[in-house]
T-cell receptor, first 115, second 112 residues
């Protein structure tokens, strides 16, 4: 079974530039998550989708971050404009159902460096 | 606010020894806990989970213990191997939202 795919793996941009990350979840997984992992810390949820609808975006900095999952499969996370503190690894995860007892499968992440 | 934290940031063990990684949580409503392993350059990988109605669960070479009285869980790795070197996170998956709330992580280093 193919895992969660993310691209690009690495991205270096200057502050105030824009950047977009792409995620392809495991086939058939209805729930998709974007996490931000700052160096030395655990991942922090940014946004959660159930199919193509947003379930939780309470921790998403909406003035600069946006995400979509238009067809309920792939998802894109965008930052515009980027700040230095956005340097982090952006992880995408998916799970089959929206359940408390549901394992989440993580992709390899995109490492963003903002200069 | 609510948090999931780890007692020690780093742990060094000799190959073949048993490892114990501890985690404290503060939300008494938490009802599901997961341990993840994260190797350098990779996403977190599921190791083992436990529901709040259990106090112990065993997997292959790993055991998770949950003490709800003191809001503490631990991950025990038997006969630790060099391939076990990684950062280990405990996470809680609360009933609301279903996303994971991660602690900071413990770096496990296995020495020969």
């Amino acid at each position: 079974e193919a895992g969660v795919a993310q691209s690009p793996r690495y991205k270096i941009i200057e502050k105030r530039q824009s950047v977009a990350f792409w995620c392809n979840p495991i086939s058939g997984h209805a729930t998709l998550y974007w996490y931000q992992q700052i160096l030395g810390q655990g991942p922090k949820l940014l946004i959660q989708f159930q199919n193509n609808g947003v379930v939780d975006d309470s921790q998403l900095p909406k003035d600069r971050f946006s995400a979509e999952r238009l067809k309920g499969v792939d998802s894109t996370l965008k930052i515009q404009p980027a700040k230095l503190e956005d340097s982090a690894v952006y992880l995408c995860a998916s799970s089959p159902l929206r359940s408390v007892y549901n394992e989440q499968f993580f992709g390899p992440g995109t490492r963003l460096t903002v200069l | 606010g609510e948090s999931v934290g780890l007692h020690l940031p780093t742990l060094s063990v000799q190959e073949g020894d048993n490892s114990i990684i501890n985690c404290a949580y503060s939300n008494s409503a938490s009802d599901y806990f997961i341990w993840y392993k994260q190797e350098s350059g990779k996403g977190p990988q599921f190791i083992i989970d436990i529901r709040s109605n259990m106090d112990k669960r065993q997997g292959q070479r790993v055991t998770v213990l949950l003490n709800k009285t003191v809001k503490h869980l631990s991950l025990q790795i038997a006969a630790t191997q060099p391939g076990d070197s990684a950062v280990y996170f405990c996470a809680e998956n609360r009933n609301s939202g279903y996303a994971l709330n991660f602690g900071k992580g413990t770096s496990l280093l296995v020495t020969p």
